[in-house]
């Protein structure tokens, strides 16, 4: 099947909310090499030393960041609060934008991820754990607790054939369409599609 096919079933999956259907085209996405990135950097850095010292990953913040505001606290949250104003302008231009996702399994309740964004997590935490969740992003508050880089996730927009998978702060965009639209909007709020 080709890619453009496959974008084509998860979407109508989406809106005909078969989750089991979808979380098999999901994992066939990335069979495809072709994906363009959202990225906070415009190219692929190559030295992972370099790389090191700039990226600054939400598993290598400790509590003692998010208490006193540390320069890697802020510097992850500068990064976050882009992708979240990227799709929150998705979200708003979309009548139907859905989201797929696998949470930790286990939910460690005690680590640092579900301490510091506790009610965000009470937002998108079904009561079985035990596979992909799907839902409808209808309000603000969902959208915003779904951008992190400690889910495994799947932004899917049908009206527009695109289909975001990340699961950092950077994301896959399978789409077959002119992205024109996409890349203005990112390089308005920082980011770049390569």
């Not at 950097?41 to 208490?67: A, R, T, W």
């Not at 965009?173 to 770049?192: C, D, F, P, R």
Request: net charge negative; charged share 25%.
């Amino acid at each position: 099947m080709s890619l453009e096919n496959i974008i084509d079933c998860i979407c109508k999956e989406a809106t005909n909310k078969d989750s089991k259907k979808l979380e098999e085209l999901l994992e066939q996405l990335y069979d495809y090499e072709s994906a363009k990135i959202l990225d906070i950097y415009p190219y692929q850095i190559k030295s992972n030393e370099k790389y090191s010292q700039v990226e600054v990953f939400f598993d290598e913040l400790e509590m003692v960041d998010f208490q006193q505001k540390t320069q890697d606290y802020h510097s992850y949250q500068k990064s976050l609060e882009k992708f979240e104003r990227f799709f929150e302008l998705m979200w708003l231009k979309s009548s139907e934008f859905y989201a797929f996702y696998y949470l930790p399994d286990p939910l460690y309740k005690d680590q640092l991820y579900y301490k510091v964004y506790e009610n965000e997590w009470g937002k998108i935490t079904p009561k079985d754990l035990t596979e992909g969740t799907f839902v409808n992003i209808d309000e603000y508050t969902m959208l915003i607790s779904a951008v992190t880089d400690h889910l495994h996730l799947h932004f899917i927009l049908p009206e527009e054939n695109i289909v975001f998978s990340g699961n950092g702060l950077a994301f896959l965009i399978y789409s077959q369409h002119n992205l024109e639209l996409l890349e203005k909007v990112a390089n308005t709020e920082g980011l770049y599609i390569r």
